[in-house]
């Protein structure tokens, strides 16, 4: 079949500006977090509340992608950082170039933390590199606990697991136990971050899982330059 | 780019294997439904149920889609009917070939129904016809109200939303009236079916549905012969 040697153009060159963001990410001291998960999963709602906990001087800003409508920017945008939807029009995921053009408008210098949040899909995007620092895969309670079986390479890639919508435990048969085994079986020692974004509850632990990323790339960027 | 010609080059051999399936279910006057919805939507739970519903001598079967594992199949071949898993390991939708393949073994002059669950997936299962009657959209409550705008491709090729989970309502932020307008604007008069596979409610509405395709096959085949 002549499908591949396509493919592998197509995945070269979203490979080659993922590593030339990355390097200018990394030049900047920037961390750059790739937010994945299905339709509905809360990817929109965890970026709200995390906002929401920064300061406003704080130096983050957020691009959001979808195949249409500009709804997440629009909820986003209401926390006063800049905010900027890319729409696919079709396309199941975000490739980099995509990233590279939505970054022309805003100076790196002025960026600390950057959240991409992905199309809801948890298969295609898994595939494309944004020159992000790390992936975050996030699985909602009502989703089931089988799905890092199910779809392996997005819990392989990703650097943590945030469990979603605990508050939902009580209403829904999904075993947090099983989920979090699942997700080790795909992904030895994968971290995993349980909370909900309706309560609130448990974000503490996604805020200090942030704050340890940053601390991280704050060192790498030192080690860089040594 | 180059990649249009190639696209277009794999989608018009599933649009012609499509075809042929199409034309081959038509003959054996098969129902033959495509299940779409993200991961966790409850695809395999509505057939779960569905299954549960028929009785022991009903000419029903069903293939069943994913990434990788055959969970579903595993949980779908309890009730007795032919099921087989399609593993398509890696790739994030059903194509036309695959289901001709999975076919080869089971004579259609067997069957009346035939039931296709896709990839989870609310993106790129809409690209690939499968020969199928109708495609079904499963959409869960706990997913959100405005997932027919964002992926609007799905629900505009579907002749049903199921809207499942209804049970969790009390629990969630999900406004059904939005819902249904939201699909009604990218497809207007689609039908729409609110039920829950935990709980049992609404069942009968899908049954009922169900129930008139099979007339309406029935109705298509006479007209065809006639």
């Known amino acids: 079949m002549n499908r591949v040697p396509l493919v592998k153009k ?23 977090l790739n937010i994945l998960g299905s339709p509905g999963a809360g990817k929109t709602s965890l970026l709200e509340r995390t906002l929401q906990g920064f300061a ?4 983050v800003a957020v691009l959001t992608g979808d195949i249409q409508t500009d709804n997440d920017a ?15 029009g079709g396309t199941c995921h975000l490739e980099a170039k995509m990233i590279e053009r939505a970054l022309e408008v805003w100076p790196l210098a002025d960026l600390d933390v950057l959240f991409i949040e992905n199309v809801g899909n ?3 995007p898994a595939g494309y590199d944004l020159g ?12 089931g606990d089988d799905k890092p079986l199910k779809y392996p390479s997005m819990f392989f890639k990703s650097s943590l697991m945030v469990l979603n919508k605990i508050d939902l ?27 909900s974004c309706t309560t609130g509850e ?3 632990r996604w805020r200090d899982w942030l704050h340890k990323q940053r601390e991280l790339r704050d060192a790498e960027m030192i080690a860089g330059i040594a």
């Open 10 to 32: 197509v995945l070269s060159e979203n490979a080659r500006i993922a590593a030339e963001l990355r390097e200018r990410f990394l030049e900047h001291d920037i961390l750059c």
């Open 56 to 59: 406003p001087g704080d130096r």
């Open 74 to 88: 629009a909820r986003l945008a209401r926390f006063g950082f800049p905010v900027r939807q890319i729409t696919t």
């Open 122 to 124: 948890l298969v295609c």
């Open 132 to 143: 992000e620092t790390s992936k975050v895969v996030v699985l909602s309670a009502a989703e």
């Open 169 to 195: 435990l009580p209403h829904v048969a999904f075993d947090v136990a099983a989920a979090r085994t699942n997700a080790h079986r795909v992904h030895p020692g994968m971290d995993v971050v349980e909370l």
């Open 202 to 204: 448990g974000f503490d």
